[in-house]
């Protein structure tokens, strides 16, 4: 095999991050994509069910070196990434990447964060481990033709967070190659039905991408051997149809640099649902806004997106995660109840008969022309609303808001985190997170940051 084969020079770009090459724009991002991430951990911290894994993580653990986010308990870090990771996953509030990656974030940032809390690492070793693991995370990803009813869940966050990890423990290239395959080899195989029926075992997916990252640093220390192209294998065989390795160093330089880190072609969520709603609900809010209709106006709405809604067409959702899933119930909550935050999708509006007629109204189509990868001039979303008096209003929309070639100010993310973590913490330690993560380069000690996601006891 070549010594310049594509996963030695993935392995390459991922050493060759030391925070002095950081552009001021790749900083500014990996501070943004932190602070978006704890708040979607502390939010998601709040459900019963993560709350107990948490308290199961720390009572399995000898070693409680690792922040429990939300709790004020520790865990053996693979224990804490786990229960951290899950949570952050649970309110769909967490960030993602449409070139690539599905949530790169919440499948790095809770090993990165758990590990440099273990090692007491400074502020620029923990920006460079989650660049290094995002990128990985993102580069895999977009390469990956996946079969249709594979859930990027779990899969190539594997890769990432043993990145990540493997360069807050010094790793070199060689070694960080060695941890890409034995990751990879260790990626679950998820389908989207856990989504749809709205099991909650889908949650502990990107949980366990950040456990088993982790533990692959440790398979190596203990002399495990790896395959020599465990992606390829993986992505290219089981869980994909087509794997692409000259898409995964696509853009590289001869020395395996980028100019841009995928970090900094992100979006951030606010819509508290699966991204495929994002589209609908952009256009859906900006009608009500301009038209200033209400549900009892509404005759039928039609959507017309992207080919996966079809899948997302069931207007009587199970639960709380299921409606995440559910254009007709998205659509009809923002008509109803003016918001799509973490409140309208909890069991009190999902069981408001005024939504549930409303969804049952809404009709979900596909447009194969319709892309999440398209510019600003390429539909994602197109909303027909038939009004009783006989009117039908029309909107589209392109990137979703958020995105980063759609961005929201700086101010809005801050609201975004505040409004996530008020629930946990007191508005004074919410305070301290903002700000000590606005700093987040110059921290001599990570932990300083851990100490203050901790919720009373």
């Not at 308290?55 to 429990?68: F, I, K, P």
């Not at 990447?97 to 599905?102: E, L, S």
């Not at 696509?250 to 991204?275: M, P, Q, T």
């Not at 919410?430 to 606005?438: G, K, L």
């Amino acid at each position: 095999m070549s010594s310049r084969d594509y996963l030695t020079r993935l392995a390459g770009l991922a050493a060759g991050t030391p925070f002095d090459n950081l552009t001021a724009a790749t900083v500014a991002a990996a501070r943004a994509v932190t602070l978006d991430t704890l708040g979607a951990m502390l939010a998601g911290s709040r459900l019963a069910e993560n709350a107990r894994l948490a308290d199961l993580a720390a009572e399995r653990s000898a070693s409680r070196a690792a922040t429990l986010v939300g709790h004020a308990r520790k865990a053996e870090p693979m224990l804490a990434a786990l229960a951290n990771g899950t949570a952050g996953v649970s309110l769909e509030m967490d960030e993602g990447n449409r070139w690539g990656g599905g949530h790169p974030s919440i499948h790095v940032l809770p090993a990165t964060l758990a590990v440099a809390e273990e090692l007491g690492v400074d502020g620029q070793r923990f920006i460079e481990a989650l660049v290094a693991g995002y990128e990985v995370t993102s580069r895999l990803g977009g390469a990956s033709q996946v079969r249709p009813n594979v859930h990027s869940h779990g899969t190539w966050g594997t890769a990432g967070a043993a990145v990540a990890v493997a360069r807050l423990r010094g790793h070199d290239a060689s070694a960080i190659r060695t941890v890409i395959n034995l990751a990879t080899s260790m990626s679950p195989a998820n389908s989207w039905q856990p989504c749809f029926e709205g099991a909650t075992i889908r949650n502990l997916y990107p949980g366990r991408s950040n456990l088993q990252g982790i533990l692959a640093t440790h398979l190596l220390a203990c002399g495990y051997t790896a395959v020599r192209d465990a992606p390829s294998d993986l992505y290219g065989t089981i869980l994909g149809e087509r794997f692409d390795q000259a898409a995964v160093v696509e853009g590289l330089s001869a020395d395996d640099r980028v100019g841009v880190y995928r970090i900094e072609r992100n979006y951030f969520k606010f819509h508290a649902c699966c991204l495929y709603n994002h589209p609908v609900l952009d256009a859906v809010h900006s009608l009500v806004h301009t038209e200033g209709f209400s549900a009892h106006d509404v005759h039928r709405i039609r959507i017309t997106s992207l080919p996966f809604v079809t899948r997302m067409a069931d207007p009587s959702p199970a639960n709380m995660l299921a409606a995440k899933f559910s254009v007709p119930y998205a659509v009809a909550a923002a008509v109803v109840k003016g918001t799509t935050d973490v409140s309208a999708f909890q069991d009190a509006v999902r069981e408001d008969s005024r939504v549930r007629e409303l969804a049952a109204r809404v009709e979900v189509s596909g447009d194969a022309t319709m892309s999440m990868r398209g510019g600003p001039d390429r539909p994602t979303a197109r909303v027909s609303v038939e009004l009783g008096d006989g009117r039908v209003l029309t909107r589209e929309a392109a990137i979703v808001h958020g995105d980063a070639a759609n961005a929201r100010p700086r101010q809005e993310l801050e609201a975004k985190f505040r409004a996530l973590a008020s629930e946990t913490l007191d508005a004074a330690r919410v305070n301290q997170v903002v700000e000590m993560v606005a700093r987040l380069e110059q921290l001599p000690d990570v932990r300083g940051l851990t100490a203050l996601l901790t919720a009373p006891s």
